[in-house]
């Protein structure tokens, strides 16, 4: 465990945590709202033991996050025209859009969907380990499935233990309500999950299909 605070330092730390994840390691590290869990996101031996240390069932797939919306085209299979202006509007920040999966995403990560969340992270850690690593890494939650999502570094420990290469410790996070996870694949886009960015925000962009109920 090693503490960075707000702006990605120490330096070493980040560079460390990036190696690590190269080498097919996983790294905890503070979102907007959770801790995450991050492993190579184009290594698929690392995806699996990702699944592996969060008892996690392949029947749901794994976001990513990315070091900037300047590398989107090389993960995803066509950019709407919607999505730009939700990008300008809603990145950095906590609203993951789902796209379809370019060549370069492991099924692993759409389970099958054929899709895949995306999100440009508005922490300063977050993004700093994307930008160490080079590639885009896992937005899942630091936890065991089906648990309740950890907000500081000593409940990441407790949670995942040993599975864990390495935790960024960068305080408690907020911790109130994970991302909005918009499905911009589909015309007209479907919020798929309702989170920190609200239905009315984007509904003042776009016009959307609101989420199933029941």
């Not at 900037?68 to 995803?76: G, M, N, P, Q, S």
């Not at 509007?89 to 990560?109: C, D, H, M, R, Y």
């Not at 407790?158 to 994970?178: N, P, Y």
């Amino acid at each position: 465990m090693i503490k960075v605070d707000s702006s990605g330092n120490p330096k070493g730390a980040i560079s460390k945590a990036g190696q690590i994840l190269l080498s097919g390691g996983l790294v905890a590290y503070p979102t907007e709202s959770f801790y995450g869990l991050a492993a190579d996101a184009t290594n698929e031996t690392a995806i699996r033991r990702l699944f592996h240390a969060k008892k996690r069932g392949p029947g749901r797939p794994v976001l990513i996050l990315i070091p900037t919306a300047e590398v989107l085209d090389k993960y995803v299979h066509h950019i709407p025209p919607i999505a730009p202006q939700l990008i300008k509007k809603f990145w950095p920040g906590g609203l993951t859009l789902v796209f379809e999966a370019g060549p370069n995403i492991s099924p692993l990560l759409t389970s099958g969907t054929g899709k895949i969340g995306i999100r440009l992270s508005s922490n300063p850690v977050a993004t700093a380990l994307t930008r160490a690593a080079g590639v885009p890494i896992t937005g899942t939650s630091a936890n065991f499935s089906g648990e309740p999502p950890c907000r500081n570094a000593e409940e990441v420990r407790r949670s995942l233990g040993h599975g864990v290469d390495l935790i960024l410790d960068g305080g408690r996070t907020k911790g109130e309500i994970a991302s909005t996870v918009l499905d911009v694949a589909v015309d007209p886009p479907r919020i798929l999950r309702q989170g920190m960015v609200s239905q009315d925000e984007i509904l003042t962009n776009i016009r959307i299909c609101r989420p199933e109920t029941g």
